[in-house]
């Protein structure tokens, strides 16, 4: 087993099935006519969805930061304005 798969862990999320939905269209449209960051699974989708989100908690100034700030995400303390160079704290 590679050290990459070593590092996964399974989580289980309940959504709602239309935006299920959603998502399996999203992914079907990326296969039928690509995209700049082409997605070929709902799993692989929220995998970069959720790997973008970590990565703009401790990245300041990063698109993905942006991401975390049109969401309302970005916490009101200082510690979280402070770049990071791993997950977590």
């Known amino acids: 087993m590679s050290n990459q798969q070593e590092n ?5 999320i309940n959504l709602h099935r239309e935006v299920l939905k959603e998502l399996e269209y999203l992914v079907a449209l990326h296969r039928q006519h690509g995209a ?11 995998n ?12 300041p100034g990063s698109w993905e930061r942006q991401l975390l700030e049109s969401l309302g995400l970005v916490a009101d303390c200082a ?6 160079d791993r997950y977590g704290p």
């Open 79 to 84: 510690e979280h304005r402070v770049y990071r």
């Open 36 to 46: 700049p960051a082409q997605m070929d699974s709902i799993e692989s989708l929220v």
């Open 48 to 59: 970069y969805v959720l790997v973008s989100i970590a990565d703009g908690s401790r990245r």
């Open 8 to 12: 996964r862990v399974t989580i289980t």
